[in-house]
């Protein structure tokens, strides 16, 4: 699975969008891309995934440039309850043997 | 839906006892996963179960851990004999695969002490 490149921490504003980069240059044609975020204490929550298209659910919205090699989760709305760390994760579509495997992620902190 | 279910939330034991945790995956769902989280190590994939069957168990630490799942709705993770450093929070996860996409969902945890 190809590897993914995060910040280590960002800061965002409270009501502001929130606005995380990730490259995953050595991605390859079948390859997904996931974001989780894990709320301290807790599992990790899905939050979305694509693979070519941009794409947008109740939670965030997903860019993906055209060549593939980065992405860009964004929360519209950030709240205190976004503090969390985000995963961006790259895998291999193949179904049930599909497994993630997770990086470092970043440190989303939402202030007040 | 109930999500994963994972017992117990918390155990604290010592040195050399056998420590049992379980899962209970999602209904429905086909794979169930494994993994370890800790400050040093991040969250590592222990293993993995594809329709109750092993598929990749490389992330296992060593013979003092096992895993089996004996039907599509429970799985259990054994360490025998569990030291300090298997102090972690160990979540089981599961899902079902729909064409090329396999979301995963995960439980809450199992916090693990070893003194």
Known sequence: ?????QPTSMDCAEGRAANLPCNHSTISGNEYVYWYRQIHSQGPQY???GLKNNET??????????????????????????TAVYYCIVSWGGGATNKLIFGTGTLLAVQP | ??????????????????VTLRCKPISGHNSLFWYRQTMMRGLEL????????PIDDSGMPE???????????????????????????????SSRARGLVNTIYFGEGSWLTVV
């Open chain 2, 63 to 93: 013979d003092r851990f096992s895993a089996k799942m004996p039907n599509a709705s429970f799985s259990t993770l054994k360490i025998q004999p569990s030291e300090p450093r298997d102090s972690a929070v160990y979540f089981c996860a």
């Open chain 1, 47 to 49: 939050i979305i995934h």
């Open chain 2, 46 to 53: 222990l293993i993995y179960f594809n329709n109750n069957v």
């Open chain 1, 1 to 5: 699975d190809a590897k993914t490149t």
């Open chain 2, 1 to 18: 839906d109930a999500g994963v279910i994972q017992s117990p939330r918390h155990e604290v034991t010592e040195m050399g006892q056998e």
């Open chain 1, 57 to 82: 659910n109740e939670m965030a919205s997903l860019i993906i440039t055209e060549d593939r090699k980065s992405s860009t989760l964004i929360l519209p709305h950030a709240t205190l309850r976004d």
